[in-house]
């Protein structure tokens, strides 16, 4: 399995994963010209994408749903929820996910898990590669770390996590205070030194990547959000490496096609 940031932060956030021919979005927060740009950046045509999974009802993760899916045809997936949430879906194409059970689109099987956010249903993403067992999680928009989080995300082979704001930058920054309490909020986004603390949580080591996610251009810099993380992975198993996501542009790939901890298992 292999993954790409189309772009992740306040303008619009879109993850793309790639295993053995199938090819899903983790949200479409840009227009199709937009996506189909990135794409194109990366050299994958958006015809080639078989589903993209929508986190939540932002316009930031939602931009670009609707009228990808009458262009090129994406069935549609989320939870309960978020579905109803997103205006105007192809019903033939949207599917509503009721229950934590996993559910498989071609390669790759998912699970949604509930987050707490200011939206209807919020979810964080755990995808499988069903050859190998490699597992990639992936949570951005979350204000706190549930149980169910930390359980899910165990033993992790890449690691696609917010880490939204520095906070002193966020209390000493130009947002108003009601704005500052919403971002800081159990309800919001994960702070440096919040994300620091899931990730020392979930270091392992055959955890071979971390990826930072929707950085905030005003509260935060890549150095502040990598910096935070690689402390925090000092003096832990895992020896990966950590790469801020990029607004502006595609990034990766993470991850590889080699095998997860279920290949790795069967070969001891």
Known sequence: ?????????????????????????IDAGYSPRALAQRLASVHVAPESISAVIVTHEHIDHKRGVRAAQRKWKWQVYGSAGTIAALEDLDEKRSTAIRSPAPFTIGSLQFELIR????????????????????????????????????????????????????????????????????????SGHLSNRKSAALTRELAWENLRQLVLLHLSEVNNTPKHAVAAAEAALRGAKAKCPVTAAPQDRAAGPFGDGSGGVRQLALAL
């Open 115 to 186: 987050v707490p956010h200011d939206a209807s249903a919020p979810t964080a993403v755990l995808a499988t590669d069903v050859r190998s067992g490699f597992r990639a999680g992936i949570a951005h928009d979350l204000g706190a770390v549930p149980e169910t989080l930390r359980t899910a995300f165990a033993r992790l082979d890449l690691l696609l996590l917010e880490s939204n704001h520095d906070e002193e930058m966020l209390r000493n920054g130009p947002y108003p205070p009601f704005l500052q309490s919403r971002i800081s909020g159990g």
């Open 1 to 25: 399995m292999r993954a790409w940031t189309l772009g992740s932060g306040s303008k619009g956030n879109s993850i793309l994963l790639e295993c053995d021919g199938t090819r899903v979005l």
